[in-house]
């Protein structure tokens, strides 16, 4: 049987051929280098299936194989990610946020994009001394992985809610659901997400969610410390986070927010 252009047919099947090759290709960059087993694992595709789009995308300079036999993204990727970025507009906002956090605090801070479900790092800042949290800029996280994603659900409906779980469940580390209701609520309550990393235990996180003209959740400022230092410094921390986070929420249209004492 031959499809016309016209066809739905055909059309379904190009959309299913883009479809599995974005799917790849965010599986690569975002945990590669990995195994064409490892990478066959995550993207549910066959062998043959996934190779014969490997190889496509490496031959339009998008990831290529290292001796290892591994397959990672290239720096054309890298050049796209960062010229979305820019467009979007909040990278220099960002960047001048985390700059005043990490001058007055003296830690890493960073700016994390809500987007599709998810928070990636896309602007961050850190202090010139040898013992410091260190983010990866680009890495994205699920919204219950890591403070500033919690910090994001926190403002979203049921629904978003639901999905985190369920992502969060499925990546083999469930969370007990009424658990999860009581720290948003407390998150919403008090402004800000608080406490030690559930990745990294030896980091402590406090973030809070930035806001867009129309009061949506467009992602979240957070300052990350070793824990030993927490006690000593941690109301200092979220009274900086809670200002900066304000503050470019305001530059973004909304209304500066006035908290009871």
Not at 45 to 54: F, S, Y
């Amino acid at each position: 049987m031959e499809f016309c252009p016209g066809d739905s047919g055909g059309r379904a099947v190009a959309e299913g051929s883009i479809a599995r090759t974005l799917r790849v290709l965010e599986a690569v960059c975002d945990h590669g280098p990995e195994t064409l087993k490892a990478l066959s694992e995550r993207t549910e595709l066959a062998p043959p299936t996934l190779l014969r789009i490997l190889r496509l995308m490496a031959d339009e300079g998008y990831v290529v194989q290292q001796a290892d036999r591994t397959w990672r993204g290239t720096m054309l990727v890298w050049r796209l990610g960062c010229a979305v970025n820019t467009s979007v507009g909040l990278l220099a906002i960002s960047r001048e946020h985390t700059d005043r956090l990490t001058a007055e605090l003296d830690e890493t801070s960073v700016y994390a994009v809500y987007e599709q479900g998810a928070v990636t790092y896309a602007a961050h800042s850190e202090p010139i001394k040898p013992v410091r949290a260190h983010v990866r800029l680009g890495q994205r996280y699920r919204l219950l992985a890591v403070t500033t994603g919690q910090a994001v659900l926190a403002q979203l409906d049921e629904p978003s809610v639901e999905q985190a779980l369920a992502e969060q469940a499925a990546s083999g580390d469930p969370r007990d659901p009424e658990q999860v209701e009581t720290m948003l609520a407390e998150i919403r309550r008090r402004g800000y997400a608080a406490g030690p990393g559930v990745r990294w235990p030896e980091l402590w996180g406090c973030a809070a969610p930035v806001f867009d003209a129309t009061g949506d959740v467009v992602g979240a400022l957070g300052v990350s410390i070793p824990t030993a230092r927490a006690e000593e410094i941690s109301d200092q921390v979220t009274a900086g986070v809670l200002q900066e986070a304000e503050a470019m929420s305001t530059r973004l249209g909304r209304p500066a927010v006035v908290r009871e004492v």
